[in-house]
């Protein structure tokens, strides 16, 4: 079977630092995949090649073994990609609804002679990206701020609004970085359920996480880094019981 995602010998330098040192890995639709790693391992920058926001020194990334590589990241989005940034990017002049309504603009069938004339197919694609901003809005608990500005939101709301953005047009794979850094506990909980039902209903994700109880509980499988590298992968149960994982975190080296 041909994985969605498959990565092969990622390398990207920053001035003479190897962020990403040849990595490998594979995703295949509905999994929940982990990625963990102390700070400055290489996540952000792996995901930021993997999807187009920074061009990879070498290596392969293929989703349904068609070549991402040269696509710009507008492109890998429109392929099914879709992705959310460690630091909060949201349209902040816009209502929460607003936000979610341009996340979807990009994948709109309709053009702009359905705009200027107001045909039932651009009404139709309108309610119903309407309907799923509001399941999605209610989903993360947001439902009062369903008209306010963006701006108003707290960091951890303002996660949560990036978080449905990037869900709003039905991706085939999501990744997500750190998605729940700043945010309360019961509210990981509540978005820990949501994720695992989206997953149910056909969702694929990628998950880079801090938070070990989140990673630990929602992964099929976790993939640890370590200065650039894939240290390792597995379980979590797996991953969790590796003592070469808690060396890494301690900055112990044999
Ligand atoms: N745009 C950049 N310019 C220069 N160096 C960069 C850039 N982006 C990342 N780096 C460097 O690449 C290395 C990996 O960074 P990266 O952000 O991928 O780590 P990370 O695993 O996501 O860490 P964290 O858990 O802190 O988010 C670090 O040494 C970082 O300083
Ligand atoms: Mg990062």
């Known amino acids: 079977m041909i994985p969605l995602l498959s990565v092969t010998g990622l390398a990207k330098s920053y001035q003479g630092v190897r962020a990403v040192d040849g990595v490998s890995f594979e995703m295949h639709a509905n999994e929940i995949v982990g990625i963990i790693g102390p700070n ?14 920074q061009t990879a020194d070498a ?29 909060v990017r949201v349209y902040e002049q816009l209502t929460l ?12 069938a309709t053009n702009w002679l359905d705009a200027l004339f107001r045909t039932p197919r651009l009404r139709a694609a309108d309610s119903s990206a309407r ?7 209610n989903m993360a608990g ?17 996660k949560l609004v990036a978080l449905i953005s990037a869900l709003m047009p039905k991706p085939r794979l999501v990744i997500l970085d750190e998605p729940v850094a700043g945010v309360n506990p019961t509210r990981i909980r509540e978005i820990e359920a949501a994720l695992r039902l989206l997953r149910d209903e056909g969702e694929t994700f990628l998950i880079i996480e801090h938070n070990m109880d989140f990673i630990m509980n929602l ?3 976790v993939i ?27 900055g112990v080296r044999p």
């Open 219 to 221: 992964c099929d499988r």
């Open 131 to 137: 309907a799923r901003a509001r399941t999605l809005i």
């Open 97 to 108: 609804e607003e936000n979610l309504l341009a996340a979807m603009a990009q994948f709109d």
């Open 59 to 87: 290596g392969d990334v293929r989703m349904e073994g068609a070549p991402l590589q040269a696509l710009a990241a507008w492109q890998i989005a429109r392929a099914g990609l879709m992705r959310t940034f460690q630091t």
């Open 224 to 250: 640890v880094f370590d200065q650039g590298r894939k240290l390792t992968e597995g379980t979590p149960a797996a991953v969790h019981a590796d003592a070469r994982v808690l060396e890494a975190y301690l």
């Open 40 to 53: 400055g391992s290489g996540k952000s920058t792996t995901v930021d090649c993997i999807t187009g926001f």
């Open 142 to 158: 947001l439902t009062r701020y369903h008209d306010a500005p963006v701006g108003i939101l707290s960091y951890g709301q303002k």
